[in-house]
């Protein structure tokens, strides 16, 4: 897929996704794409068996360690097999294969270090996405906005390319304990843009599978662990 000596590993955490990761996989097929990692974050249902069906790599954690865990492992896994870039995308199908290509263009043609998924941009789509969660993503990416200086449009869009050299950067530590959930995407949003990458973002769809169990992020609780990384490296609580 990718050119100028980039190979392409796409990155899938999942956890308990044994009725939806088979559709995501299948998708695949419309892809030209370098390999694909799916990182099994414990799951407790047939997802491992399923996973056995499609010519893909798989990690297993013994036990759930968080998406950021999984995250890390696909990073790590990439770097030690010769990837230059990196996609994350989810496992319960709110994000579509058949769009990576989207993400790796601004990389690879134009030396983009790093490229998150919007749909909020012209030509995005935010399909059955609950009004209270609506609200919540645009109050949060106008807080980052105003606080780092720079306009953004979908901060928590988890469908995302980076660049394997950016993980070299000794600043950019994503190997700290307490990045192990959904702090490390945005830890790594956070310095990526302080630290003036080069930084984009492209229209994409987000599609909820389902108004009644749409994500696995549990209100109040989960919010903490996305909102926690802006404040603790602004107020260089962590670093």
Known sequence: ??????????????????????????????????????????????TPEVLKSFDVETLHHPKKEGVGSCIRDGIDHARKNGFGLVVVMAGNGKDDPREIPLLLEPVVEEEYDYVQGSRYLEGGEAGNLPLARAVGIKAFTVLWSMLLGRRLTDVTNGFRAYRISLFDDPRINIW????????????????????????????????????????????????????????????????
């Open 1 to 46: 897929m990718a050119e100028k000596g980039d190979r392409t590993l796409v990155v899938i955490p999942v956890y308990n996704e044994e009725n939806r990761i088979k559709t995501v996989l299948e998708r695949f097929r419309e892809v030209d794409i370098d390999r694909v990692l799916v990182v099994d974050d414990g799951s407790t249902d047939t």
């Open 176 to 239: 700290q304990a307490w990045l192990s959930t959904y702090e490390l995407e945005y830890y790594i949003h956070f310095w990526v843009l302080k630290l003036k990458y080069k930084f984009g973002e492209v229209p994409v769809s987000k599609i909820y599978p389902s108004k009644k169990k749409y994500s696995k992020i549990r209100p109040f609780l989960d919010w903490w662990p996305i909102v926690k990384p802006l404040f603790y490296l602004l107020l260089r609580i962590r670093k």
